[in-house]
DNA sequence: ACGAAAGTACGATGGCGGTCAAACTTTGAT
DNA sequence: ATCAAAGTTTGACCGCCATCGTACTTTCGT
């Protein structure tokens, strides 16, 4: 719990999460695209897989990052939602309720 | 968004929400239990307020504060709740949805 | 008016986390 | 074998946040 919530209050973290739930299948490392070094993502990209809230696996030199989009959304239902529709960059967040 | 997650994220911030979760009303800021001074829980309460997640106004030499439960659960549906059900100190979270 | 109680504001401090560069490892292609 | 690409590891640094104590304000009771 406090790992998973301390892993989405990164922005660059978040934005991960974003692109992962935004394609339609797993990305690699480097085909993200984060505003910090190589070395700083993969600090990001070891705090969500200790979290639980990725998977990785290698595919030849790619490191392969998968959303565990299921198993988070059991232990808490609509975190993961919230955050993705929070985190649309086109589109009025304050808006949505009124419609 | 930013904001909520950087409230919650504190376990003290987190204990706050809980105890006015599990509260039959609203608590003034000396009725929490906290393990920090009186200066800090301040600080505590400033950010939970700045944040969207309580409501807070004075009845007499007293500080109430409210949580803002159907607010929070409009915008971020499933939140509160993951994070109340995860904080229970005596049960176990992981047989929350087996059991 | 006086004192006590409840919070707030302010300044200082310590530790943790995000950041980077450089060196290293592993895999794939020529 | 050799080179390139993709990540990892390590060490160092810096800024921010949680924390505290003290002083201050406000409200209530006597």
């Known amino acids: 719990m406090?790992?998973?919530?301390e892993?989405?209050?990164?922005?660059v973290r978040r934005s991960i999460v974003t692109q992962?739930?935004?394609a339609s299948g797993d990305?690699?490392?480097g085909g993200f695209d984060l505003p910090v070094s190589k070395s700083t993502a993969t600090h990001h990209f070891r705090?969500?897989?200790?979290?639980?809230l990725i998977r990785q696996y290698y595919a030849g030199t790619s490191r392969m990052n998968a959303l565990r989009r299921d198993e988070v959304d059991e232990v808490f239902p609509?975190?993961?939602d919230a955050i993705v529709t929070a985190e649309r960059p086109t589109g009025d967040p304050e808006r949505a309720t009124a419609g």
């Open 2 to 5: 406090q790992r998973v919530l």
């Open 7 to 11: 892993a989405v209050v990164d922005p």
């Open 20 to 22: 992962l739930c935004g």
């Open 27 to 29: 990305i690699a490392c």
């Open 47 to 52: 705090i969500l897989r200790e979290a639980g």
């Open 78 to 80: 609509g975190l993961l």
